[in-house]
Structure formats: structure tokens, C-alpha cells
């Protein structure tokens, strides 16, 4: 009844984007930090507009697409979706090409340690909900993390290399969330 997940096209996509600009960072930093951004945006074209849609008709997919039955994974689909915000601020060429794999094992070691703590608290008293919040906000804590190292050693603004509007975007997706919450109630 709650085998709900995240979107898997959306890590997939961001990975793949990931593995094929280490080489580029590695030739032209300035040039590919530029070329990221671009084709971030790209990504984020084409991913939030649908990623919002199901936002707010999950419920209603999951009644046609399986049965009433499972209305309830829908709610922690929902929820999972939110994971785009992090999965698409890519920072793991950056790091790549500068040598400091060590803070991608510092943030995934951070990221499991928050996402174990936070599952058992929210876990408790959310129940399933509050594990999949979890989720969520231990993969924005490893970004977050990681941006800020980035800026500290490199002096590179996350703006240098996603773009503005993206941080809209995401803005919008927590609203028309919230806003499907209270449809929730509906459906």
C-alpha cells in the first residue's frame, strides 16, 4: 500500500548530466560552470512544470492508474516528488574536478546520519509521512552541505552555476504541494 517512491526519471537525468560534465569542468572551469547552469535550466524546463502536475493530481492518477485501495501511497508520492529540488542542484562535477571527493563521502555519511535521525523522530510521530519528510530534507541538508562548501573553498556562488529561477521554481513546487495537501482532503 506504500510502495510509493520518487519520480526515478528525475535522479536518473541529473546523474547522467553529472557524469558528462566532470570531464568538461576538468578542460574549462569557468566555460562549464556557465555550460551547468545552462543545462540545468534545461532540465528544469522540461522536469518541474510535469513534476508539479502530478504533485497535484497524484491522488487522482493513483485511483485511475491502480485502485482506491492505494490513495493512500499517493500522499507519500507526493512528498517524495519534492526530492527535485535537491536532485537537480548539481554540484558533484564541481567537486569532481577540484579533487574533493572526500566531501561527497562527508555529505552521503551526513545525509544517512540525518535521514536515520529524522526517520525515527518524524517517524514516530508522523508514521510514514514523516519518514519520507525525512527523506527529503536529509537529501536537501547533503546539497545544502555541499554548496557551502563549494562557496567557502572555491568562492563559487551556487547562482554561478543554477539558475535564479530555478530557486522560483522550487518555491512554487512547496506551494502548489501545500495547495495539494488541502486537495488531499478532497480526493
Request: glycine share 6%; hydrophobic share 60%; charged share 15%.
Amino acid at each position: 500500500r506504500y510502495g510509493a517512491r520518487e519520480l526515478p526519471l528525475v535522479g536518473t537525468l541529473a546523474a547522467g548530466l553529472s557524469t558528462a560534465m566532470i570531464p568538461a569542468f576538468s578542460r574549462d572551469w569557468n566555460g562549464s560552470l556557465e555550460q551547468l547552469k545552462i543545462r540545468i535550466n534545461r532540465l528544469l524546463l522540461w522536469l518541474y512544470p510535469p513534476i508539479i502536475l502530478l504533485i497535484i493530481f497524484a491522488p487522482l492518477a493513483y485511483v485511475w492508474v491502480f485502485t482506491r485501495a492505494f490513495i493512500e501511497s499517493s500522499f507519500i508520492f507526493q512528498i517524495y516528488l519534492l526530492l527535485i529540488a535537491s536532485q537537480l542542484i548539481i554540484v558533484q562535477p564541481i567537486i569532481l574536478a577540484k579533487g574533493k571527493e572526500r566531501w561527497l563521502v562527508d555529505a552521503a555519511i551526513g545525509e544517512l546520519i540525518t535521514n536515520l535521525f529524522l526517520s525515527l523522530v518524524l517517524g514516530f510521530f508522523f508514521g510514514i509521512a514523516g519518514i519520507a519528510w525525512a527523506t527529503v530534507i536529509a537529501f536537501l541538508y547533503e546539497k545544502v552541505y555541499l554548496i557551502i562548501r563549494i562557496k567557502r573553498n572555491f568562492g563559487v556562488g551556487m547562482l554561478s552555476y543554477y539558475p535564479r529561477w530555478g530557486i522560483l521554481m522550487t518555491i512554487l513546487l512547496v506551494l502548489f504541494y501545500i495547495l495539494s495537501y488541502q486537495l488531499n482532503d478532497i480526493w
